[in-house]
């Protein structure tokens, strides 16, 4: 018995849901990384292993 190819349809479906999974994933971790740079921008007392932006450059 020849071993089983996987044919064009088949690889579109596979393809189709790897790219949906990373979507989701790059949108979950591109979310968390906002939502951490806005909360040490806008709140001062964050815990120590929170996510601190460097401060502004203050312009002459």
């Known amino acids: ?3 089983w190819i996987p044919g064009p349809t088949t690889a579109t479906g596979i393809a189709n849901g790897v790219n949906s999974i990373s979507r989701s994933t790059g ?3 591109g979310s968390a990384v906002i939502t951490s740079l806005l909360a040490s921008k806008t709140l001062d007392k964050l815990s120590p292993g929170a996510l601190r932006c460097p401060p502004r450059a203050s312009t002459p």
């Open 1 to 3: 018995m020849a071993p």
């Open 27 to 29: 949108s979950a971790i």
